[in-house]
């Protein structure tokens, strides 16, 4: 599944800093604006516990985590869909991914020039919101154009999506975002070929201060990216991208205390991880026993043919059946035996839409 989020957001406001905790893939960081020109990307393992509770129950030789991909690009100015700063090069790059992690600075640091020269993460959003909307009308003008042409001679490929444009023009005139409407799935596929700007689901990062980790609802910078987030019913995890970044540097016995110190359970990488894993849709099956433990992504609403032929094509093209268990039913029987006394193994067929947690052996025939 190599689907993509975008690390988006003003030059300065800690995206290359989080990108690195995340990935550790050392991005390069400065306090200019510009630093990143070409996007870096970095894959990461999706963290999930359930791993290790089934290699628990039945043993295997190692554990294998899916995997997710961020793309790191560079800061959005002002005028950026006008061509300032580097303007278009970084709203293509944005068209490439498939979700926007919007990164907003909710920290005070007179070390850290701000591009604007004061922090205002409301102004901030909306300046770089506008500049998508702005491309997208851009975008959407000129297909209009051609679209509305062919349509008038009654083609119905045409007309259909002369009507997905009307829906949407208006929108983005007021500056709004196209994933704020709702479309039909026949619309929704006319939507997807667009390649707008802002179809793309998004999550709002408010990069916080070290100080407000414990409790991030008492700074003020939150709670104004949390109500504009509202606005657009999006989600927003509060992360301090420096201290997420040392964290990601320590051992991983000393992670855990050092979390514990700041007051939080966990840290904020592993809930931004899982977090844009599922604005995609996605979600994990697994495979146990034997060699690996595995861990797969698939995209939810696939039928069992389909997500066996992630893991090999003659898994697909020969299936017959899925042997499934849930791992809630393994976890609370703590054995496949148990969970077959208990009638709760069960064999699925092709029309089956696999869920979230299942654990899978696949019966095929090629």
Do not use: C
């Amino acid at each position: 599944m190599a689907l993509t989020a975008g690390i988006v957001g003003l030059p300065n406001v800690g995206k290359s800093t989080l990108f690195n905790a995340i990935t550790k893939a050392g991005a390069e960081m400065a306090n200019y604006p510009f630093a990143t020109i070409d996007p870096n990307v970095g894959m990461v393992e999706v963290p999930d516990s359930r791993l290790q509770r089934i290699d628990e129950l039945i043993p295997a030789k190692k554990i294998v985590h899916t995997t997710f991909e961020f793309t790191d690009i560079a800061g959005i100015v002002k005028g950026a869909s006008q061509g300032e700063g580097l303007g278009n090069k970084f709203l293509e790059n944005i068209r490439q991914v498939d979700a926007i992690v919007h990164v907003v600075r909710a920290f005070d640091d007179d070390n850290v020039t701000h591009v604007n020269g004061q922090i205002d993460p409301v102004e901030d959003i909306a300046t770089i919101n506008l500049e998508l909307s702005i491309a997208d009308l851009d975008s959407v003008n000129k297909r209009y154009a051609k679209v509305e042409k062919v349509a008038k001679t009654k083609d119905k490929a045409a007309l259909a999506e002369l009507a997905v444009l009307q829906k949407i023009k208006p929108v983005l005139e007021a500056g709004g975002a196209v994933r704020s409407l709702e479309f039909t799935a026949a619309e929704q596929k006319i939507v997807h070929g667009l390649f707008l700007l802002t179809s793309k689901p998004v999550l709002y990062v408010a990069n916080i201060a070290e100080a407000d980790m414990a409790n991030p609802e008492e700074s003020a910078y939150y709670q104004q990216i949390k109500a504009y987030a509202a606005q657009e019913q999006a989600e927003v995890l509060a992360i301090s991208a420096k201290t997420e970044e040392e964290i990601a540097e320590l051992p991983d016995e000393e992670r855990q205390d050092f979390l514990e110190a700041e007051g939080v359970s966990e840290s904020g990488l592993d809930r931004l991880i899982r977090a844009s894993y599922h604005l995609l849709g996605l979600a994990t099956f697994f495979t146990a026993g034997g060699p690996e433990t595995r861990a797969w992504t698939f995209r939810r609403g696939m039928k069992a043919p389909q997500v066996a032929g992630l893991i090999h094509s003659d898994f697909e093209r020969g299936f017959i059946k899925a042997e499934t268990i849930s791992f809630a039913d393994l976890d609370h029987y703590q054995s496949i035996q148990a969970v077959k006394e208990a009638g709760r193994l069960r064999l699925e067929g092709k029309d089956y839409e696999v869920q979230d947690g299942d654990i899978i052996e696949f019966r095929f025939n090629v």
